[in-house]
């Protein structure tokens, strides 16, 4: 009976929210965080310090991946896959290097430098994206 009511109409969006709900910018301020965090654990020998420090440091990292997991899931699509085939690989070494096998189980800030590159590699086609 409801059916007479209401009509059904095909939509397509390109991303799951009008744009400009996502930017890789998030994760980089949570990488740049990371990074900072590196720097000042170096010359800081307390060990109070060093345990908020990790703690803080793996949230970071955690909020990292899941920005890049909801760019590479949520607004990249298979035509941008297409484009720009190096996409995948991009977020895959990203989120390795804020995951355990990088910054989230290091103090090594040159794993926070590669970082930083991938997601502001990602950020250049993102733009790149937005522009078309």
């Known amino acids: ?3 007479k009511f209401f009509r059904s109409v095909e ?3 390109h ?10 910018a998030q994760a980089r301020i949570e990488a740049e965080s990371i990074k900072q965090i590196i720097g000042k654990v ?3 020998d307390d060990p109070d310090f060093r345990v908020r420090a990790i703690l803080i440091k793996e949230q970071r990292a955690e909020l990292v991946k899941h920005h890049l997991w909801v760019l590479w899931t949520d607004y990249f699509k298979p035509p941008h896959f297409e484009k720009y085939p190096q996409l995948h690989t991009l977020f895959n070494e990203a989120t390795k290097l804020a995951g355990a096998s990088g910054t989230k189980d290091s ?3 040159a794993k926070a430098e590669e970082l ?5 590699e990602i950020a250049r086609i993102f733009a790149e994206t937005k522009q078309a």
């Open 42 to 44: 170096a010359g800081n």
């Open 116 to 120: 930083l590159a991938r997601i502001d």
């Open 15 to 24: 991303c799951d929210l009008p744009c400009g709900v996502y930017d890789p």
């Open 1 to 3: 009976m409801l059916r």
């Open 107 to 109: 103090f090594d800030a």
């Open 11 to 13: 939509v397509s969006a």
